[in-house]
């Protein structure tokens, strides 16, 4: 089966910094952390280190594994390996799903990217964003002003690369 993060909601966040997770998120997490200890709840690695963006990247156990792999196979001394080892690494935490299915943030997490009393889960395929629903949309996403860059009736689907593109 597939495990992808897709679809967009906002979840309210208590005074304690809980949010519960969406449900088919928790799916995708459980299953890419197979690894954990039986009885024990799903992981996720919550990437904090970008502060150009307002948002949070979280990766499923099984994707930072893979990135992780990615790093080790570049050079070391490499200054985008020192970079991208402090982005997943230094900048980041492994986190897990609390018993009710909710991720906590603690305050200076929230503060960061202004979340106070709501957070967005926004899908992004193998990673998720996670955000404040006052964060601009163009901060967000980039669909819009691709969309707009597109000469009318194009479809988005020809952006893929033309060797997986499927005939329309």
Do not use: W
């Amino acid at each position: 089966m597939e495990q992808r993060f897709r679809g967009t909601s906002t979840h309210k966040v208590d005074a304690k910094g809980r949010v519960s997770i969406p449900a088919d998120f928790r799916r995708v997490l459980d299953a890419c952390d197979p690894d954990r200890e039986a009885g024990t709840n799903p992981r996720m690695v919550l990437c904090f280190g970008d502060d150009r963006v307002p948002f949070y990247t979280i990766y499923t156990m099984q994707g930072a594994a893979e990135m992780g792999e990615m790093i080790e196979e570049m050079d070391e001394g490499d200054p985008h390996r020192e970079a991208l080892e402090d982005y997943f690494y230094m900048n980041a935490d492994t986190v897990s799903v609390d018993d009710s299915g909710r991720l906590i943030l603690n305050a200076a997490l929230r503060e960061r990217i202004g979340i106070t009393d709501a957070a967005v889960f926004a899908g992004k395929g193998k990673t998720f964003r996670l955000h404040s629903p006052d964060a601009p949309s163009s901060a967000t996403s980039r669909l819009k002003s691709v969309l707009h860059e597109l000469p009318e009736g194009v479809p988005v689907t020809s952006l893929l690369p033309k060797k997986r593109r499927t005939p329309e």
